[in-house]
Structure formats: C-alpha cells, structure tokens
C-alpha cells in the first residue's frame, strides 16, 4: 500500500505537547469527575446523546431497512411451517383465554370478598431502539423517547418476551437502557411459586445469574422467574426468564427476552398511588402527570 | 467560480478524515440485530474508529490534529455510556505515540503502519479495560477484549485499504 509520509509537527516542544498536555488533563479530569459527580457526568452524556440522537437515528434508517427485507424473506421462505406454528399457537392461545378469563372472575369475586384496593397504575410507552451499545464494558441501547415523552430514570424496559432492562438516564428526546447482560445491572426478582427472591445481575457475554438464593433449596430449572417488585420501585410479575440451572452458588437465567433481535422497547410507567414517600411517585408526578392517560405512543 | 470550487475542495479535504471517524463512530451504534456468530461482526465494528484515527494520523496529520483524537474518544465514551474521559485519553495516548513515531514512518512500508496499529490497538484497549475496571471496582474479563483486539488487528488491512482509497480520490496522492 502507500508509503507514509512524514508527519508535519510543530517544532518546538511547547508548540508541540502545550495543546495535546492540556487535552489530556481534561480527560484526567472528565475521569476523575466520574467518580465524584456520577450524576453530573450522566447529565453531560444524555445531553450530548439527545444532540446527537437524530444523527444516529438517521443512521439507524439503513439497518431498520435491512432488517425489513431480512425478516421478509425469512417469512417468505418458512411461510408454510410458519401457518402451521401459529395455528398451533391460536389453539393453545384459546385455551389460555378461557382459563385467564375464568381466573380473572374468580380474582374479583375473591377481592370483593377481602374488600382489596389496587393502588398500584401501570402503563406503557413504546420507544424505538435507535442505537445498540454492545461494547467491552457496557450493554445498553438508546431509545427515541425521553423526559418529554414521561420517561424518568429508573423505569423498566420490557421487549415482546419480557424484561430487557432499565432506563438509567433519561435526556429531553432520548434515554439510555441498561441491559439485563450489563455488569452493573441489577433487578430484584422472585421464583414463581415458591416466593424465593434473589438480585438479578449482568454477566456481559455470559447468561445473566440470579444472585443471593439459598444453596440448600432446590431450585428446577424451567422454574419461571418474574419482577419481584420488593422496594416498590418496580412492578411485580413482570416476565423476565426461566431457571436455566445452577452454576456454583448462583444461578443461572434464561431470559425471554432476545437482545439481539431488540427494534422496540416498551417503557413500564408504575405509580403507587398511595405511596407518596415513594421518590419515583414524584419524579412521575413531575414528569407525566397523567399516568393512567392511554400511552402507545411511538415517538 | 474557480476560487468557490477550490473552498470547497479544501473543506472536503480538511473534513474527510474526521468525517470518516465520526461516520465509523455512528456505524459502530447501528442496531443490527444480529445474533449467533455473527455477533462478532460488532467487535470488528467497535475496532473501526480507531483503525480509521490511526491510518488519518499517520498520513494526513495536518488535516487530523491531536483535538480531533479527544473529540472522536469524547464522542465514544459519550455513546457508548462509558466512564467521561476513557476513551478520549486511549486515543490521546495512541495520538502521542503515532506522532512520536513521525521518523519511523518516514518511507516505512505498510507492514510498518498495520504493526503499529496492533500495538496501539493493544494499548488503547488495555487503558479502557484499566480504567473501566478501576470504576467498576471489578476486574472485568479480558477475553471478550483480546477476541476484539485479534479482531481488529485482523481485520485493519481492509479498513485501511477502503480509506487510502479515499485518500488517493480525495487528495489525489498516495
């Protein structure tokens, strides 16, 4: 290939090193203000990620493009086992309704005995998935919804299967979701049906582990793993996986949720009514009022 | 009209390789929704930027000062979500040392220039793994990065060759 030339560099070594010195004492200091003001940092980012949100949203357009005429041809080629798939799933489907439905009276005859009042308001907000994070030391996706839309830190992201992850800054136009294979994430959980609750964490490349259950209980894999809601931060019941085994003193999660396949998350609005000491309750008051307002709202 | 023409031209040519880094930046975010083996094309993806910085320092240093090193790490760290300031200084190091190493390019083949982005393609990542492990508080798994690193190293002929390309219709030399 070419032959390289030679560098035209200033002279003297001010000249030279003075700029370069003072650039890397501002990344000295960006470092250290990591540290120090993590929250003052997680302003800066989001405000830099909202200015340049509809650059990337632009570039988002040719993979969005792509992935249409993938899943297309994917459908075109497989559309015969792809009828006889879903006819089965409409079966199975039926019989689900019919059990829910009957549960669902059985629910409200048995609350109205216990005179139950719901406190909790859920609902949902639609955002698509405008850049995909998937680096060395971070798992996460962008989103074009932000404060404007409702959207508040902390906020769970589920995708068609179930939980995907967490909002952890939210800008004007767009948000940051930490997902459920980052290091740093963390999401209190609970096994269905035996009321065992544990941390769900991140392990980058590897499965997610469900931390800080006991050793001396057995656990089947296959056993469903939802929200816990403990703390009242998030929802409880939300899908997140099933007990895929045991790996040491942990456990080992397979999500339902597919990262790899993620255009659009749904943003979960949560507000218990009554708990006004809850901070979260605030910030949603302050940011979107009207929670119980319909929402599908794709920005 | 000539004089109109020639702005324009000196303005392509001052922001092409800057361009170039920022439009790797934004490919490097593309949701692609890949999955399986070809998970591997992100990796090589996320080693794009640096590649074109490298090949930019060492043959237009005058149309890529040290301050757009800072910009594109800035840009990364800001993106991707990473701690302020990591990535900006890797490529502030990378910057150093390409532009240290001025007399060995001189006449060097490109054998020379693809050995030198290995080594700056092994620093950089060992400085973001440091950093990002000292923050975390947590020694993260080297091997997802070394995988990257190998990658990189790999895969830089091809991404050099496309930008020489640009460069000889750009600035009409090799």
Same mark, same amino acid.
């Given at each position: 290939m070419s032959r390289i030339r030679h560098n035209g560099m200033p002279s003297s070594i001010a000249g030279q090193y003075g700029p370069a010195l003072i650039l890397v004492g501002l990344a000295v200091f960006l470092i250290v203000l990591n540290l120090f003001f993590p929250s003052l940092v997680s302003r800066i980012r989001i405000t830099f990620t909202d200015l340049l949100a509809p650059f990337m949203h632009a570039a988002a357009k040719p993979s969005e493009a792509l992935q249409g005429v993938s899943s297309a041809w994917e459908s075109v080629a497989s559309v015969r086992e792809e009828n006889k798939r879903l006819q089965q799933q409409i079966d199975e489907l039926h019989e689900w309704r019919d059990l829910a439905q009957q549960q669902a009276s059985e629910n409200r005859s048995l609350k109205g005995l216990m005179k139950y009042k719901d406190d909790s308001v859920m609902s949902f907000l639609t955002a698509r998935v405008i850049a995909e994070v998937g680096g060395n030391f971070n798992n996460s996706v962008i989103v074009t919804a932000g404060s404007r839309d409702g959207v508040v830190k902390d906020m769970i992201a589920m995708g068609e299967e179930g939980v995907v992850g967490r909002v952890i800054e939210a800008g004007e136009w767009s948000s940051r979701v930490l997902l459920? %294979? &980052?290091? %740093?994430f963390r999401l209190p959980v609970m096994l269905e049906g035996t009321q065992l609750r544990a941390i769900l964490t991140g392990e980058g490349s590897g499965s997610p582990l469900l931390l800080?259950? @006991? #050793?001396e209980v057995e656990i089947k894999p296959g056993t469903r793993v939802v929200t816990s809601g403990h703390g009242g931060l998030f929802p409880a019941h939300l899908p997140v996986g099933t007990v895929q085994g045991r790996k040491g003193q942990d456990v080992v999660l397979a999500p339902y949720a597919k990262l790899d396949r993620l255009q659009m998350v749904r943003l979960v609005q949560y507000n218990? !009514? +009554? +708990?006004?000491? %809850?901070p979260l309750n605030q910030e949603l008051k302050q940011a979107? @009022? &009207?929670? #119980? !307002? @319909?929402p599908a709202k794709v920005p | 009209m000539s004089r109109f023409l020639h702005t324009i031209e000196e303005f392509w040519k001052a922001s092409l390789p800057v361009a170039s880094c920022i439009f790797f930046v934004l490919m490097m975010l593309m949701p692609l929704s890949i999955h399986g083996p070809l998970v591997t094309v992100k990796m090589i993806l996320s080693a794009f930027p640096l590649m074109a910085l490298c090949f930019w320092i060492v043959n237009q240093p005058e149309h890529f000062g040290v301050g757009w090193s800072f910009i594109i790490g800035f840009m990364q760290d800001v993106l991707l979500g990473q701690p302020l300031g990591m990535t900006a200084l890797a490529y502030l190091g990378a910057d150093f040392f390409l532009r240290g190493q001025g007399h060995f390019f001189l006449q060097q083949s490109f054998q020379h220039l693809w050995m030198m982005f290995a080594v700056v393609m092994v620093g950089v990542s060992a400085v973001q793994w440091l950093i990002a492990s000292l923050m975390m508080h947590n020694w993260i798994d080297v091997m997802p990065m070394l995988v990257r690193v190998a990658l990189g190293i790999l895969f830089f002929p091809l991404v050099a060759f496309l930008l020489h390309q640009m460069q000889r219709s750009v600035f009409g030399r090799a």
């Open positions: 459920f %294979n &980052d290091l %740093n800080y259950l @006991p #050793t218990l !009514a +009554g +708990g006004a000491q %809850n979107a @009022p &009207d929670v #119980t !307002a @319909p | -």
